[in-house]
């Protein structure tokens, strides 16, 4: 199928975008297209303007500063993951972007697309979430920052203003020392993920794990943070156990129904195993010099 007839804008700057925004009834942001225009060709979304963001150089960058690395919306995700400044600040980033879709998607997919998206089964949504990223946003009345536990409010929705465009997301830089993992489980490579979970942990002179952060997709109508399961490793020795109990207290987070794809017992089950895997590697990576 072919879309229904838009008018389309080009702008290459900034301010004109958010201009041709604030002027239109029914626009949409086009930024890579890898999800846009298939919704747009299957008819899903009909809107009048289509703005292609594609010439804004300034929503292009990524650089550390500040203890976090910075990265503008029209970032390819493909640039991130090979760019070795953000790898050697959050290892993390890159292992979570492996597991998105395959190289020619993230050739031209954005990051400010993806998060702008909010699939639940998405792994850069989880990524922000569970890192308590920051997102930016920008409309006609200037900037404000959206932590990532504001940003997502449902499945494909967003506390973006129908006027504001993602301008930027902020991930931290991971402590020295600090261990960090990304693992999912689809049924083919590139698939959306049945689940995935993202975790970093910290370990203290004592031995006992002074800081861990936990988040998973595919189990809920947003990116989930498992903060029981925090609550649970934060204080305790990192051992086999503490983890498989992890993985067990987590499959109460899960919240979606059965689906086309699966039942909920099963993601359920999938989750339990993702989060014992996820913390048992992060754990071989604590101390480990970067
Ligand atoms: C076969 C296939 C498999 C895939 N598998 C996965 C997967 O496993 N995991 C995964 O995470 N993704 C997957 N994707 C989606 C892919 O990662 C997309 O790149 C991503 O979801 C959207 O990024 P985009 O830059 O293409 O955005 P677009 O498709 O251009 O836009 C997506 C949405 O975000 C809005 N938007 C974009 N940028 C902005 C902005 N700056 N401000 C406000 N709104 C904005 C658009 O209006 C649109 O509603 C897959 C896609 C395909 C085609």
């Known amino acids: 199928m072919k879309p229904s007839s838009f008018r389309y804008a080009v702008p290459t700057t900034l301010r004109a975008a958010i201009d041709i925004r604030a002027g239109a009834e029914d626009s949409v942001i086009l930024a890579g297209g890898q999800s846009l225009i298939p919704t747009m060709n299957f008819r899903l979304a009909n809107p009048e303007v289509v703005i292609d963001l594609r010439k804004l150089d300034e929503l292009n960058y990524l650089r550390v500063s500040g ?12 640039v991130v993951e090979e760019n070795t400044e953000a790898l ?7 292992e979570t972007l492996t597991n998105v879709a395959h190289p020619a998607i993230r050739n031209r997919g954005t990051v400010g697309g993806s998060l702008a998206h909010a699939d639940p089964s998405a792994e850069l949504p989880t990524l922000l979430t569970t ?3 920051v997102l930016t946003a920008q409309g006609p009345s200037g900037r404000r920052s959206i932590p990532a536990s504001e940003f997502f409010e449902f499945i494909f929705t967003t506390s973006l203003e129908p006027d504001e465009l993602l301008v930027e997301a902020a991930v931290p830089v991971l402590e020295p020392g600090e261990g960090w993992a990304f693992t999912e489980f689809a049924r083919r490579h590139g698939d959306y993920a ?12 004592d031995g006992l794990i ?10 809920s109508t947003v990116p989930a ?20 109990a992890a993985g067990r207290l987590a ?22 195993g993702l989060v014992d895997r996820t913390l048992k590697t992060a754990m ?3 101390g480990v010099p970067r």
């Open 67 to 78: 203890g976090m690395v910075r990265i503008g919306a029209m970032t390819r995700q493909r």
């Open 88 to 94: 050697a600040a959050n290892p993390l980033i890159r």
């Open 131 to 133: 890192m308590r990223g």
């Open 194 to 205: 049945v689940a995935g979970v993202a975790a970093t942990l910290r370990v203290g002179p």
């Open 210 to 219: 002074s800081h861990a952060r936990l988040g998973a997709c595919g189990i």
């Open 225 to 244: 943070l498992l903060t029981d399961c925090e609550d649970l490793l934060t204080g305790q020795a990192p051992t086999a156990e503490l983890f498989a």
């Open 251 to 272: 499959r109460d987070a899960v919240t979606v129904s059965d689906d086309s794809a699966t039942t909920k017992a099963y993601r359920q089950h999938v989750l339990a």
């Open 284 to 286: 071989t990576r604590v």
